[in-house]
């Protein structure tokens, strides 16, 4: 039985392996569909401490998972379909089963694409994006397109207005899901041009392969033209990696993991942990998904080491 099982191997994940792996309890951590993470997407990240310089996502993520093993944390590739956590020995299956005595769930969170042609040719590092944050200052100058209506496409185009020389901001509909001061702020913005009832159709490159226009329809009128711009970042939502755990663990209704307890990493079930975009729709970033993989770690280490009779007894039972 595995003294800590970390799912996930993004920044939250990673993180957690380093600790537990530092803390002597041989992590095995286990790799899912994409290794690495969301970062492993992006090109170059500016804003994670310790890199003045900046340092490609991919290459972060590698050196996160080569400090991890360094301490001794064990990878195996797999993906997790189901779980039981009834008991106190947690099981999990995937291509092969696993039990463990602690769990850390850093399974992440995806972006919600719009599945519309030149959207995948052109992402990470061609125009498209879903990263303002991570993407934003590469578009010094330019002018931008983001796709959304909510919180987060909002303060995306806000974020944007730093460098873009104007942000189109795309809606469907003719009114803005976000909050009122942020639909405010974006309404009343001088570089924000807002696109009412306006639907994205494809996104254009030019002779490169790089991002020129895109060409958008008319929700009422049905016509179609194109809106010329250097980078499009859609802003329509993420969706939690939470599936697999068919409902073994406390979610809200968008599917993010809920936790009881200051903490913020705690679920409701004893020795089960949760980090990183997963259980976080609010900040999404690599520095905020390591730091609550540092807190996940240290509170299963916590929790091993107050209830080590616990399964000393399983065993012998
Ligand atoms: P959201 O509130 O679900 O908004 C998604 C937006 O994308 C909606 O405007 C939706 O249009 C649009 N959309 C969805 N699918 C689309 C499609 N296929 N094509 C075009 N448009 C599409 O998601 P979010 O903005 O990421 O926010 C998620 C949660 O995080 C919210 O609770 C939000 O308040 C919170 N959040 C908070 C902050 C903050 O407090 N600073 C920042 C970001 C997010 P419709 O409006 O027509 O449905």
């Known amino acids: ?3 800590v099982i970390i799912l996930g191997t993004g920044c939250a994940g990673l993180t957690a392996a380093i600790y537990a792996a530092r803390a002597n309890l041989e992590p095995l951590v286990i790799e899912g569909s994409q290794p690495g993470g969301q970062l492993t997407t992006t090109s170059e990240v500016e804003n994670f401490p310790g890199f003045p310089e900046g340092i490609d996502g991919f290459l972060l993520m590698d050196n996160l998972r080569k400090q991890a093993k360094r301490f001794g944390a064990r990878f195996e590739s797999d993906v997790i379909e189901s779980v039981d956590f009834s008991g106190p020995v947690k099981k999990l ?4 089963n696993y039990e463990a005595k602690t769990v850390i769930v ?7 694409l719009l599945d519309i ?4 040719e052109m992402y990470g590092g061609k125009g498209v994006t879903t990263c303002a944050t991570c993407d934003g ?8 397109v983001v796709v959304g209506g909510g919180d987060s496409a909002t303060e995306e185009a806000l974020f944007l207005t730093r460098f873009a020389s104007k942000v189109y901001l795309l809606h469907r509909r003719d009114e803005l ?15 924000i041009d807002i696109q009412w009832s306006t639907i994205p159709e494809e996104v254009l490159a030019d002779d490169q392969g790089m991002m020129r226009a895109v060409r958008v329809q008319d929700a009422k009128t049905g016509q179609t033209r194109e809106i010329e711009a250097k980078g499009f970042f859609i802003a329509i939502g993420h969706i939690p990696n939470t599936a697999f755990l068919g409902g073994a663990l406390k979610t809200d209704d968008e599917g993010y993991l809920v936790s009881d307890h200051e903490s913020g990493v705690h679920t409701g079930i004893e020795g089960v942990y949760v980090a990183g975009d997963c259980a976080d729709h609010v900040y999404r970033q690599a520095i905020t998904a390591a730091g609550m993989g540092c807190r996940a770690s ?7 080491a107050e209830h080590e009779g616990l399964f000393a007894a399983t065993a012998t039972a």
Do not use: C, Q
Not at 93 to 96: D, N, S, W
Not at 117 to 120: C, T
Not at 137 to 144: P, T
């Open 106 to 112: 850093a399974t992440g969170a995806r972006p919600r």
């Open 1 to 3: 039985m595995e003294n």
């Open 93 to 96: 299956k995937g291509a092969k």
């Open 137 to 144: 200052a590469f578009y010094r100058g330019m002018d931008v």
């Open 177 to 191: 899901r976000a909050s009122k001061i942020m639909a405010d702020r974006a309404i009343e913005h001088e570089k």
């Open 298 to 304: 240290i509170e299963a280490e916590r929790w091993l």
């Open 117 to 120: 042609p030149g959207e995948k």
